[in-house]
């Protein structure tokens, strides 16, 4: 069993609401399909807007997402399903409001991914420096801009990977300026 698949199973999809208005027992699956695919091919097309992310909220799912996210990005999974988990990792760190149920609960489900996130940055800046993937280096670096508290260590990987960074990256346009990060 992968670790995808392990991460997968420890959450209870079935009780949460997703954003599409019933059960995220589906997103198990999606995830699952998301980290299929043999190495060069094309994981299965999985489009969880509106079912974890909009542009406007999160929904009760994201945490759980974040961290089938982080799972993935240990796990040996295909290079274009690598991708596919950094972009959804991404939206759900730049992530600004939280589904009205989940907020009446107090949660903060973006400051939620967050926290999830900080968790995996080796994973992250494994990803930066590894240089593996060409499309999974700068998504993974952007999420760090949003995540990292220590701006010095970002800045010095900035440094050290600019010849493989995109531009926006090396040049600190997709830098976020969150409260809480100390620059």
Known sequence: MRLVELE??????GGMLCGCGGSAQHLARDLLRLADGDPGQEPGHVDLEEHVWSAAVLWEPAPAVASVALAALADDVPPAARERYLDLLQCLVAGEGT????????????ELCRGLARQGLWLLYGEVMSNRFPGTVGAAFEILTVVEPDRARLQRVREVAADWLPVCCRTGLCDEDLPGLDR
């Open 99 to 110: 589904d009205g149920e989940s907020a009446r609960r107090g949660l903060d489900l973006p």
């Open 8 to 13: 997968i199973a420890r959450h209870d999809w």
